[in-house]
């Protein structure tokens, strides 16, 4: 009696910490299907808890019979979950919707390799004889940098490389799927590194908000129904969920057939060998022409880090040289690509992206040559871009007045086949005349070129505001009927960037979202977080002295309450530069002359009557100064 009562108390003991502490899985009420989610949460968790939310979705999830998720966690400092330890790696499974803890060990690096690789082997080992599907949860940072960047080891992450290696290693059959709930993964070059570990890829080609998928949808769905439905799902749900967060606008995800990634590599190397042999006739400027009308993604200026990610389908579309190769290529990307879903920012995009050296840059171009998907990409982009000058565009005339009052260069005849954009750089006198200091107020495009060679300035004296205070904005782009524009604020005192779009259509600005961009680890930031009613929003702007070292001063806090009024409004009373700059088709920036302005009317006048007309200007250009205007 005495020993029964024993069995009955540890019995009892178990039952009640069945789910809180590390236990054997259970193999009983699934036949064939595992999703495995490997939560690296890194900052996004520490600070803002997006793991635990994306957690908690599959926690709220009706599971089908036959489907197991387990789910691992680590590389965030703090986790918001308590039932999570961020001093271990754990391992749960989602179970009764709760948290069953199967196992943990010491902490290691989220972004090795063998630490996925002993992941995987433990679910091969306690999930025997089941599919087997995988979502790496973190930030992202394309096929260069990866993704799952570890907090707590230096934000150090998981190469593609690795993530190949790792699921080749472990002892299990090829994936369903491999997801990446990260920025910019979906790429040709992840892609076929990683064709022969899963039949499936879901990406991004464009940043992610920090919402991530929705994981009750995924994980009711998996199981449930056929693996296409499932990924189709995967998208419909994802992009449903930012809509409803107001974050579709420049939202993409893609399904991926690996076992087409192959026929797509052949046709892009065929497409590059037919360029190769005819870039001397065609020049090379016909290509890099199509790149820069080509939707890009994630960080796109020098400040931002650029990210020299392309949409791959745009770019052959754009091309127009050598039709049989593009369409064939077109037809790859349709094929392989079954399933994506697009915002009006990104209407255009094919899916997926490749890497172009948009802005070169030397190291890492020696890094990406090692993962292209074709011999003849590599030959283009060695023999084209491995020892690029810098003297492609000549000025007949850095910067002069001409008969109208307007400020204009010119450009030599051999330059124009090399340039890529002209902007204009807007600087102000910020300083005093004892301290004289420039601040940059941004780039923008408003420049007339009725003839070739002579580009005219259109400059009105308005710039853009943010609940009345003037921000530096440049210019990224235009996609799809918006300008594009980013300035560095600071929010609540971290340092961010606020994405904003102008509508050629309604006229009106619209906040994409705030990020930090891209570190110096290669890490692109996936929050992309609203502005709150009480954020202390600090414009800053890059600075440079007379003897030109560089800094930066920060503006007029600004108190976000429910109304976020973007605007251009007219320039204060002060004095400022205009500068012309032309970029080169290897990214190589080139300065005109500067004209000085000074405003000759109040704010309050040129609010109530705005200036139009070609040459109107709102200022007079009193001189023309043969100082270089270094800014970003």
Known sequence: MKRLTVILIIILVIGLTACNNEQKP?????????????????????????????????????????????IQTGGARKWKNDDINGNFIERFEIADNGLCNVYHQPLNNMGEEETL?????????????????????????????????????????????????ALKDADIPKLDFIGFDACLMGTVEVAYILKDCAKYMVASEELEPGCG???????ESYGKNTLKETLIGIVDSYYEKCEKLGKALNATLSVIDLSEIENLANTFSKLFNTIQDNIDSVGLYSVTRPVSETSSFGGRTAYESNS???????????LKLFPDKTDLLKTAINDCVIY????????????????????????????????????????????????VGKEFIKFEDYGSINESGAFEITLSKQSLKFVREVKYSLLEFAGTEFEPIIASLGTDVDIYNETPKVYTSNFKGRWVTLNGETLQCSYLGEEN?????????????????????????TRNFKLLGVWAGISDSGMADKSFDDLKKGDIVTPVYYTFDANYERSTIDGNNIIISENID????????????????????FGHLYYSRSAVLEMKYTYDELLANPLTGKYDFAADIIAVSDNVALVP
């Open 26 to 70: 259970s193999s009983e009420g699934y036949e064939n299907n595992l999703l495995m989610v490997y939560f690296c949460g890194s900052d996004l968790e520490s600070k803002n808890g997006r793991a635990s939310a994306n957690i908690e979705e599959l926690l709220n999830a009706y599971i089908p019979d036959n489907t197991k998720i387990i």
């Open 117 to 165: 690789t002993e992941f995987l082997n433990y679910c091969a080992k306690n999930y025997p004889d089941t599919n087997k599907s995988l979502i790496l949860w973190n930030h992202g940072g394309g096929a260069l940098k990866g993704c799952c960047f570890d907090e707590n080891y230096n934000f150090d992450s998981l190469l593609i490389t690795e993530i190949a290696k």
């Open 213 to 219: 998928w929705d994981y009750k949808a995924v994980a």
């Open 308 to 318: 020299n990610l392309i949409d791959l389908y745009g770019f052959a579309d754009n």
């Open 340 to 387: 994506k879903k697009n915002g009006a920012l990104k209407q255009t995009c094919g899916g997926l992206s490749f890497y172009y050296p948009y802005n070169l840059n030397s190291s890492e171009l020696k890094e990406m040559a090692m993962l292209v998907v074709s011999e003849e990409y590599k030959t283009f982009l060695k023999d084209n871009y491995a020892d």
């Open 481 to 505: 009927g918006y300008d594009i524009y980013s300035s560095p604020v600071k929010v609540n005192g971290e340092p961010k960037y606020l994405r904003f779009t102008f509508s050629y259509a």
């Open 566 to 585: 973007f605007q251009t409004s007219p320039l204060k009373e002060k004095y400022y530069q205009y500068v012309f700059v032309v970029e080169d088709i």
